[in-house]
């Protein structure tokens, strides 16, 4: 731009003006230049830097943005200003004459007066000629100077050599990589544009995100592109913040192993200057949270409808027959399913198969794939076992395998039936036991319990059965319980026979009896054990006190402690099994009420020797085996050697039988049965040795006495006297067990009444019983009369004859023997009279043979002999049962 003289009178000279104007070309020309220079560096740098860096790897838009927006700051931002500095500022006379101070500040300060002078009019006014003079003078002064060299200090050599650094490179990359130089310029250009970055290794694209199994090692494996440049031999790769990777080059490919990973994270790639990354999903493999086997159940189980089988297990049994298909459910939506390698339906995360037929066992294998890729970790194998339709089980409760049965009583018990597939029916069969003599006719029967149903698998019902109301008369049966189920070829499943034996009333109570006198017969067995420990007891307790504290004397104790507990249990085991049988004969009106309530009462004082003076006998032994030295002060009991070696038990079960006890008639003195007596001691001290002044009166002989206890007279206690000792535990066990034994014979002697009572009660049952039977032989050889009436026995039919009747009375003879024998026996221990007349017509009749010859007449065929004498043997037997009973 050309400055122009003001419009004053004086103006510069001209030559200062073409001095002026030259210099200001030459700041500005310079100045431009290096400014330009400047500007070429930066953009050029910055262009470098993004071809350089893309060949590291990807840079990104933000950085590349950055270095654009850098190399422009030099053009947007520093050229305006370095312009505004050395051509805006320097567009007047005064401000380019301001740019020799450095160089010639006199010159300059000249210059800027005379402009000065020019501009201002009223210096002007003082004298023209001065101030051209002034004019003049400046004028020669600046056409003697080079301004030239006042131009200010410039680098744009430096910077020419700056520039030409970066522009040979740029240079250089073209020739050699020129798309690569390209590549480079655009993305510098828009560095924020979708412009990718150009590699001489290409590789294959990847995808940005990968999921693999969770905690498992995966890999990854780079394919170089068919237009690859670069071929690298070895390959990296990073994840996270762990070691990185190397792979080499195997047929244009890189394998990595990536240890196994638990978050997700970034896998960054490179291969030559190619490089890639890949965000990876950690992913827990799809399973199975369900698997369940549909089942279609034959038709003939009237069960319709899909029935689910759990099928977690990795089996299930089904019925063969049915189909089956299997829906399972995975943790996650699922894309592709196999079972044994056929594709199978899919919707979201569940799997519904296709149905398969049952017919034999089978083995599945299901696969899966879920949307992500993931397979499960193995395929869900699983076998079907095909089953038959097992047979009902049938479990009684309540119901024992032998069995007593009142004729008119009700016999109440529980079954439970189970079937797989549901029951149908479930009843009640019985059929008695043949036999030739007693029953050779047996019952046969059956009825309903409970119904079922198809889905009812599983039936409890209440049964009963009374031979009575079910028409049987008294016999042995043997019970069964059945189930029938939906099988169509199955018939009825039973369950194993239990035997119930049906007697009437007298039969009943013949058999009671029997069953009480057992029981009497262990319960002496106790009541002897229970003799015996206390004769040892005894034995230990005559030792020196010593003695008594060695250890091998104190297990003794402890031992005899242990025996008097069992024992103690075994009697008390035995008083709940006579309440059963009490309880039993409550139920037959042939029992007298009142024997049953004195064996109610023996019961009761059974079960209090069982519970609790038994049992407190046991403790004071223990007491005793437990505190050695307790009988250091008190003196040993004496033992009668003689009561040692008869073997009697307490001092007061007496032993002597002297003549006063003798018969006068000088008959076999009887067995004697001991009789339970004690004296208490006074309180007066009187000495152990001193005779007793009162003696336990005489048992009768031939029953157990009750104890007796007579108690001494007391003295008044002396003042010198000292309070007795307390007792060792050894000799309260010796007093306790004295008086149980004591009420043990006592309750014996009742029970044996009892039980005697009763058994002779049984002879008449029995004798009606014999009378009974011999009517039925009359009447079933009445009944066959007519058909073989004077036909000769070799003649007749084999059937028209009753058949057994010989055996039979031969079997009769047997039993009223022993009917005989047993009065004979009951009489000797009785002594009662009715029962001795009754034995003696026995003998005298000879009953027994007459019943045998009765058998030879049935044999011959002598009908009317044999319906007379049936007759008349059970006139006499019936005679004889009325004569046991008596009047009333």
Not at 277 to 301: C, F, G, K, S, W
């Amino acid at each position: 731009m050309e400055l122009r003289s003001t419009s004053h009178p004086l103006e510069l000279p001209a030559g200062t003006r073409s001095k002026l104007r030259e210099l200001q070309r030459r700041v500005w020309r310079l100045k431009l230049f290096e400014g330009f220079l400047r500007v070429f560096f930066g953009l050029a740098v910055s262009y470098l830097a993004v071809l350089g860096l893309d060949r590291l790897g990807e840079t990104p838009s933000w950085l590349r943005g950055t270095i654009l927006i850098a190399g422009s700051s030099v053009l947007a931002v520093w050229l305006p200003l370095h312009c505004r500095r050395w051509i805006w500022r320097t567009r007047k006379w005064e401000q380019v004459a301001r740019l020799l101070r450095h160089r010639s500040p006199r010159l300059s300060d000249q210059l800027l007066g005379v402009i000065e002078l020019v501009r201002n009019p009223q210096e002007q006014q003082r004298s023209e000629a001065l101030c051209r003079a002034a004019l003049a003078q400046v004028d020669g002064e600046v056409a003697r100077h080079d301004l030239s060299h006042a131009v200010p200090a410039t680098r744009h050599r430096r910077w020419t050599a700056f520039a030409a650094m970066p522009l040979a490179l740029i240079v250089t990359a073209v020739a050699l990589a020129p798309e690569a130089s390209q590549n480079a310029l655009w993305r510098w250009l828009l560095p924020w544009g979708n412009v990718e970055r150009f590699t001489f290794a290409r590789l294959e694209p990847l995808p940005a995100e990968i999921v693999v199994p969770a905690a498992e090692p995966f890999d990854v494996v780079l394919t170089l592109a068919p237009d690859t440049l670069w071929s690298p031999d070895v390959a990296t790769a990073s994840y996270a913040d762990q070691s990185e990777l190397t792979a080499d080059k195997k047929s244009g490919r890189y394998s990595f192993m990536v240890p196994p990973q638990n978050r997700a994270g970034l896998l960054e790639l490179a291969v030559g200057d190619a490089r890639a990354a890949i965000r990876v999903l950690p992913t827990a493999r799809p399973e199975l949270t369900q698997i369940v086997a549909q089942v279609l159940l034959p038709d003939y189980l009237q069960r319709p409808g899909e029935h689910p089988r759990d099928l977690r297990g990795g089996s299930v049994s089904i019925v063969e027959g049915s189909e089956v298909h299997f829906v399972a459910t995975a943790s996650r939506e699922l894309a592709f399913a196999t079972m044994n390698g056929l594709r199978q339906n899919v919707s979201g995360a569940q799997i519904s198969t296709r149905p398969v037929p049952v017919l034999a066992p089978s083995r599945h294998e299901l696969s899966w794939r879920d949307r992500f890729g993931l397979e499960a970790r193995a395929p869900f194998a699983f076998e079907v076992r095909s089953t038959e339709d097992e047979a009902p089980t049938l479990i009684v409760n309540e119901l024992a395998s032998e069995t007593v049965l009142l004729v008119d009583d009700v016999l109440s018990f529980e079954v439970e039936v189970h079937d797989d597939f549901g029951v149908r029916e479930v009843g009640l069969e019985w059929a008695g036991v043949e036999d030739r003599f007693d029953n050779p006719e047996p019952a046969h029967g059956e009825k309903i319990i409970a119904a079922g149903r198809p889905d009812l698998e599983r039936v409890v019902a209440s049964a009963t059965f009374s031979a009575g109301s079910d028409g049987v008369p008294p016999q042995t049966l043997k019970l069964r319980l059945s189930a029938i189920d939906y099988h169509p070829e199955r018939g009825r499943v039973t369950s194993r026979p239990f035997t119930v034996v049906v007697l009437s009333a007298e039969d009943h109570a013949i058999w009671l009896t029997r069953q009480l006198n057992e029981w009497q017969r262990r319960n002496l067995e106790v009541y002897e054990r229970e003799q015996q420990l206390y004769q040892t007891n005894r034995e230990l307790r005559a030792l020196p006190a010593d003695a008594i504290d060695r250890p091998e004397n104190r297990r003794r104790i402890e031992t005899q402690a242990r025996a008097e507990a069992t024992n103690a249990r075994r009697l008390e085991a035995l008083t709940r099994a006579g309440e059963e049988l009490v309880r039993e004969a409550t139920r037959n009106d042939q029992f007298n009420a009142t024997n049953l309530e004195d064996l109610a009462r023996v019961l009761q004082a059974l079960a209090d020797l069982a519970e609790n003076r038994m049992p407190s006998v046991a403790d004071l032994l223990k007491q005793s085996a437990a505190s050695p030295g307790s009988l250091a002060q008190a003196s040993p009991r004496p033992v009668d050697p003689k009561a040692s070696e008869a073997g009697e038990t307490p001092p007061s079960v007496s032993s002597d039988r002297d003549s006063k006890s003798a018969s006068s008639s000088g008959a076999a003195e009887p067995s004697p049965i001991p009789g339970l007596g004690d004296t208490e001691s006074s309180l007066g001290g009187k000495e152990e040795d001193e005779p007793s002044e009162s003696t336990p009166k005489e048992s009768p002989p031939g029953r157990l006495t009750l104890p007796s206890t007579t108690l001494a007279g007391t003295a008044p206690p002396s003042k010198d006297s000292e309070p007795p000792a307390p007792k060792d535990p050894l000799d309260r066990a010796l007093e306790e067990q004295e008086k149980l034994l004591a009420e043990f014979a006592r309750v014996s002697d009742e029970l044996r009444r009892i039980l005697g009572e009763l058994e002779g009660s049984t002879f008449v049952k029995r004798f009606k019983a014999a009378s009974r039977m011999q009517i039925e032989v009359a009447r079933d050889v009445n009944r066959n009369l007519l058909s073989s009436f004077g036909i000769p026995k070799e003649e007749r039919e084999e059937e028209s004859w009753p058949p057994l009747l010989a055996d039979r009375e031969v079997r009769e003879s047997g039993k009223v023997a022993l009917i005989q024998e047993d009065l004979e026996a009951y009489f000797n221990r009785t002594q009662e009279g009715k029962f001795e007349t009754v034995l003696r017509e026995m003998i005298d009749v000879g009953v027994v043979n007459g019943l045998h010859t009765l058998s030879a007449d049935v044999e011959e065929g002598l009908d009317g002999q044999t319906i007379a004498r049936a007759e008349y043997w059970a006139d006499a037997l019936d005679r004889w049962a009325e004569q046991l009973v008596g009047p009333g």
